[in-house]
Structure formats: structure tokens, C-alpha cells
């Protein structure tokens, strides 16, 4: 609590400033925490899976991004922020999707790390998004990470 400077007394808006504020990151903190618990799911798995798969042939590669790039990206971001808010909603009646992206842009970006927050960054980026469906596209393609250059083999005799 704050506390002025005699010590001994409270003022109300140094107390509604403070439970605002704490609030408000309880509330964040909550809704991070139940996205965690969403995108872990394996509805929310398949979800994201399906789309990646029926879409990620389009995805090429290279620098230059077709149009259709585009409209793929804003329908993944549509799907998903949709099926995210409904989630969200039926755990929280208090839930507005608007505010949590307000508090979500107005935090540090030392404080966004994670899967949640890759996720939730590939809705908003679309050069995030191009990577993690290319990346999809290369794992189901059996073109994973190569680690053949540094894999040491050895004799056991």
C-alpha cells in the first residue's frame, strides 16, 4: 500500500490507485494464464494444426509474399482471436478482448516471452505468422532442423 509521507494515514486515491492497478494485473495475469491453458489443449492444437495443414502448400520460402498470403493471414487471425475470446469468455464473465490487448500492448516486451506470447504475437504479426506455418509446412515435409553437422559419432571399442 502506499503510504504518505506521515506514515499513518492512507489516502483514497492513493488506495483506489494502487487496487486498480492490482486488479487489473490479476486480471491479466488470470487471462495469460487461461490462454496457456487453451492453447495446451489439444482442441485448440487441432484447431491451429487443421488450419496450418490445409493451408501451408500455398507457402513458399522466399521474400516475397503473394497476395493470397494476405487473405490466409487474416483468416487464421480471425479463427483463432474468435475461438481464444469464446474460451475466454466462458472462463471469465468479465472478459472484453479490446482491454486485453490494450493491457497487452502497453506491456514491456521483456515481459512477453513464451508460447502464449508467440501465439498470441503470430495474430497480430504477419511475418510471425509466415514463420510458423512454413516451419509447419518443413516439419510435416520431414525437413526439420538438420543436425547432421554436429552430431559426433563415436566407437564404443
Sequence with gaps: MLISEDKKSLSSSEVTL?????????N??????????IILDEEF?????????ENCEV???TEENKLV???????????????????LKEKFSWFDMTEFLVMLNNRSEEDMFGDVFDILT?????????????????????EGFDL???????SLN
Aim: aromatic share 16%; no cysteine.
Design 28 to 37: 491479466f495475469d488470470s487471462v495469460i494464464g487461461a490462454i496457456e491453458d
Design 148 to 154: 547432421s553437422g554436429i552430431l559426433i559419432q563415436k
Design 59 to 61: 507457402f513458399e520460402d
Design 122 to 142: 503470430s495474430l497480430g504479426d504477419f511475418n510471425s505468422f509466415k514463420e510458423m506455418i512454413i516451419d509447419y509446412k518443413k516439419e510435416s515435409h520431414g
Design 18 to 26: 494502487e487496487t486498480s492497478y492490482s486488479s487489473k494485473d490479476e
Design 45 to 53: 492444437t487441432t484447431l491451429q494444426e487443421k488450419f496450418f495443414k
Design 69 to 87: 498470403y494476405t487473405e490466409i493471414f487474416n483468416n487464421y487471425t480471425e479463427k483463432i482471436e474468435k475461438y481464444l475470446e469464446k474460451k
